[in-house]
């Protein structure tokens, strides 16, 4: 089992930064792909960003390739969402998932955890 801990939402301004957290338990952290996803109102979840167990595959959603940056410290067992540029289109709540799967993957039903959300807010 792993428990999801997201952090760092907030209000910013369009152009402004935000930086999120996902704090996972060990020791199956390391183990696993982990991926950003995010649901605006009225809308379903939409995959934004994923890594794999080793760090060494990374894949973005179109609309954030070149704002946002996925990363992972697995000695501190955490995930982080950089996010840069930011547009109103990016408010969302957000959400970090672990597959127990080690592997790069896009696809929302291969994670098995999930976190709880954090809301991003960006005004124009």
């Known amino acids: 089992q792993v428990q999801l801990v997201e952090s760092g939402g907030g209000l910013v301004q369009a152009g402004g930064s935000l930086r999120l957290s996902c704090a996972g338990s060990?020791?199956?952290?390391?183990?696993?792909?982990m991926a950003w996803f995010r649901q605006a109102p009225g809308k379903e979840r939409e995959f934004v960003a994923a890594m794999s167990s080793s760090g060494a595959y990374i894949g973005y959603a179109d609309s954030v390739k070149g704002r946002f940056t996925i990363s992972r410290d697995n000695a501190e067992n955490t995930a982080y969402l950089q996010m840069n540029s930011l547009k109103p289109e990016d408010t969302a709540v957000y959400f970090c998932a672990a597959s127990t799967r080690r592997g790069f993957t896009r696809v929302e039903s291969n994670y098995d955890y999930w976190g709880q959300g954090t809301q991003v807010t960006v005004s124009s």
């Open positions: 060990a020791p199956t952290f390391s183990n696993s792909a």
